[in-house]
């Protein structure tokens, strides 16, 4: 939801300054908000709050963020899939010298604000919550040409492909796995993308523990919210 957000008001920010004359006061906006985006963690798209760095690839991200993928036996680089060391991973102090040095402008209120201050300005703004109640709803944007099964199982629980446990909601099977099958090196079939009428029920991941962190740690209408009738449209929509 947030980043569908922000989205938004980066599209309207960009429209107002192309609005705006040559040399106005737009003009020195663009500059700001890219400083921004230049300190944001991929993975939850906010500026880096307490930033580490992979030493292999020199890929930065929120401590917190990267934090689930030090946990499988070996782990890849969320950004370019690139194999590292999690003892190689450290604390970014030039990052953080650097968010306490920028400022840009808040999304809501424009006032310039420290980037380290960013995320805790953002979250008592009330110009941001406003825009946030006020973002366009999400929508498909083309209705599913799959065939809706008449048979579709239930993608509320799931069941552990490698013991078999059952009722499993999909956070809950992270936790089951990395608690009981972290180092368990069979290759087994996604139950949550095998439930979906798109998946592949044969085919099976070589590192089902990394793809369950990367793709499945978040369930999907945790963030978006769908009418009974769009839920019909959600399958257009494939994640991989």
Request: some cysteine.
């Amino acid at each position: 939801m947030m980043a569908m957000f922000r989205s938004f008001v980066s599209a309207s920010s960009q429209l107002r300054q192309q609005q705006q004359p040559n040399g106005g006061p737009g003009s020195l906006a663009a500059p700001a908000e890219s400083i921004e985006s230049q300190f944001s963690c991929p993975i939850c798209l906010e500026v880096y709050h307490k930033p580490v760095s992979i030493a292999s690839c020199a890929h930065t991200f929120c401590g917190e963020c990267l934090q689930p993928c030090l946990q499988v036996t070996s782990p890849l680089c969320p950004l370019c899939r690139v194999p590292f060391d999690p003892k190689k991973v450290e604390r970014s102090s030039s990052v953080e010298k650097q968010l306490a040095s920028y400022k840009a402008p808040c999304r809501g209120c424009n006032k310039k604000v420290a980037l380290v201050k960013m995320r805790s300005h953002i979250a008592s703004c009330s110009k941001v919550q406003e825009q946030m109640a006020n973002c366009p709803k999400f929508v498909p944007v083309v209705p599913t040409s799959q065939p809706i099964p008449s048979n579709i199982p239930n993608r509320s629980t799931f069941v552990c492909p490698f013991c078999g446990a059952r009722n499993l909601d999909q956070q809950e099977l992270v936790k089951h796995c990395m608690e009981n099958h972290r180092n368990d090196p069979n290759k087994v079939v996604c139950p949550v993308c095998s439930a979906m009428p798109w998946g592949d029920p044969s085919y099976k991941s070589s590192n089902f523990l990394q793809h369950l962190l990367h793709r499945h740690k978040f369930s999907y209408d945790t963030f978006v919210h769908l009418d009974p009738e769009e839920h019909l449209h959600q399958d257009s929509f494939i994640f991989s």
